[in-house]
Structure formats: structure tokens, C-alpha cells
């Protein structure tokens, strides 16, 4: 059993930063490739990266390439979401997930336990 737990969202204007934070208990959190997504109201839960098992690695979708930044702090359970340049359609509930492996997926289906979420709102 994981259980993720977000923090960090709330209201920024357009142009600004967030940095969200997701600590993972239970099962070795080095073991396993870490994923954030988000979902906007009235959208399908969409994915925003991933990074694999010892941070060698990250992927991020075309919408957030360039500005998005995923780390990790094995030693303290920890993976972070940095962003930067936020747009108004970033706003969205933003989850982070616990992948079935140490390699990432974009799929919503290769990740198995879910945080419950942290809202991101960007402001015009």
C-alpha cells in the first residue's frame, strides 16, 4: 500500500510559480516511477509527467514541456511538480500517482494508488 499526499496549490496570477510537494508512505517510495496529472472541471483526467524510479528520468506532456519540472527526494519520500510561466489553463486539480513500476507511463492505468488531489487555480 502507498498513500500519496499532496500540498502546495492554490491562486496565482498567469505568469507566476507553484511548486507542489507529494509524500508517499508505504511501500519503498525508491522503487517505483512517481506521475502527476490533473483534471480540469467538466475534462478527462489528463497526464502532466512522470519521473522514473532514481530521478534519472522524467517525461512531460507537449502542454507543460518547458515550463513544468518534476524532481524527487528518495531519502525523504518526496517528489515535487515545479511550475513556472502558469497559464490560466493550467488550472486544475492536480494529482500525483504511484506508478505499478520503476519505469514511468503515460497512462492513468500503470499507476495504482492516487493522492487525493491539490487545487492549482491561475488567474488572467
Known amino acids: 500500500q502507498v498513500q500519496p499526499v499532496e500540498s502546495g496549490g492554490g491562486l496565482v496570477q498567469a505568469g507566476g510559480s507553484l511548486r507542489l510537494s507529494c509524500v508517499a508512505s508505504g511501500r519503498t517510495f525508491s522503487s517505483y516511477a512517481m506521475g502527476w496529472f490533473r483534471q480540469a472541471p467538466g475534462k478527462e483526467r489528463e497526464f502532466v509527467g512522470y519521473?522514473?524510479?532514481?530521478?534519472?528520468?522524467?517525461y512531460y506532456a507537449d502542454s507543460v514541456k518547458g515550463r513544468f519540472t518534476i524532481s524527487r527526494d528518495n531519502a525523504k519520500n518526496t517528489v515535487y511538480l515545479q511550475m513556472n510561466s502558469l497559464k490560466p489553463e493550467d488550472t486544475a486539480v492536480y494529482y500525483c500517482a504511484a506508478g505499478k513500476g520503476p519505469h514511468g507511463s503515460t497512462l492513468v492505468d500503470s499507476y495504482d494508488y492516487w493522492g487525493q488531489g491539490t487545487q492549482v487555480t491561475v488567474s488572467s
Open positions: 519521473i522514473i524510479w532514481n530521478g534519472g528520468s522524467s
